[in-house]
Antibody
Framework: QLQLVQSGAEVKKPGSSVKVSCKASGGTFTNYAINWVRQAPGQGPEWMGGIVPIYDTADYAQNFQGRVTITADESTTTVYMELRSLRSEDTAVYYC???????????????WGQGTLVTVSS | DIQMTQSPSSLSASVGDRVTITCQASQGINNYLNWYQQKPGKAPKLLIYDASNLETGVPSRFSGSGSGTDFTFTISSLQPEDVGTYYCQQYDNLPPKFTFGQGTKLHIK
């Protein structure tokens, strides 16, 4: 059974960056996309981007293009999401989630991490 | 961009009731539509994928139907543990894009 374990909560200043990790264990890592989804307080989920580790190139949502970078480290079965130029509106819980389709950033998210709260405050 | 309209935004029903939530896409999306349940402080949980497929381990009182632009999620007999917020999610693969509905908050009367 695949498990996704994320790094701990972060408090950041406006204008800084945050890097959140998502470690996969107990299942296939390289051939299925790991996606990042964020959820601001009281809001619905929002997809940020995803990466299929074997291809090592990520796809990003238009809203985050140029501000987010998703990378994968096959040696440690860990995916990272870095968000730059943080503003207060980026305060949210950030989730990683594995997609269903073989070697595609597509399909349902069957497995989710526990979430990482990122708070942006001066 | 494809817009998803989910309704109702909130719903109150009694234990044993049949509950229906709808999701409408602004253009045809084949069957690329998933349904999730979320409880406070927890990650969303997949219930139905590709419009009508029940996720492994999910009770059979949950079901989904539809294709094209109109989709329906049904709980055949509401249970107390079904309280939470439900989201539809549409996806494209060329290029990759995922859009969640606005959510339906389900209460027990």
């Amino acid at each position: 059974q695949l498990q996704l374990v994320q790094s701990g909560a972060e408090v950041k200043k406006p204008g800084s960056s945050v890097k959140v990790s998502c470690k996969a264990s107990g299942g296939t890592f390289t051939n299925y996309a790991i996606n990042w989804v964020r959820q601001a307080p009281g809001q619905g989920p929002e997809w940020m981007g995803g990466i299929v580790p074997i291809y090592d190139t990520a796809d990003y949502a238009q809203n985050f293009q140029g501000r987010v970078t998703i990378t994968a480290d096959e040696s440690t079965t860990t995916v990272y999401m870095e968000l730059r130029s943080l503003r207060s509106e980026d305060t949210a819980v950030y989730y990683c989630a594995r997609g269903a389709r073989f070697r595609e950033v597509a399909g349902a998210f069957h497995y989710w991490g526990q979430g990482t709260l990122v708070t942006v405050s001066s | 961009d494809i817009q998803m309209t989910q309704s109702p935004s909130s719903l109150s029903a009694s234990v044993g009731d049949r509950v229906t939530i709808t999701c409408q896409a602004s253009q045809g999306i084949n069957n690329y539509l998933n349904w999730y349940q979320q409880k406070p402080g927890k990650a969303p949980k997949l219930l139905i994928y590709d419009a009508s497929n029940l996720e492994t381990g999910v009770p059979s009182r949950f079901s989904g139907s539809g294709s094209g632009t109109d989709f329906t999620f049904t709980i055949s007999s509401l249970q107390p543990e079904d309280v939470g917020t439900y989201y539809c999610q549409q996806y494209d693969n060329l290029p990759p894009k995922f859009t969640f509905g606005q959510g339906t908050k389900l209460h027990i009367k």
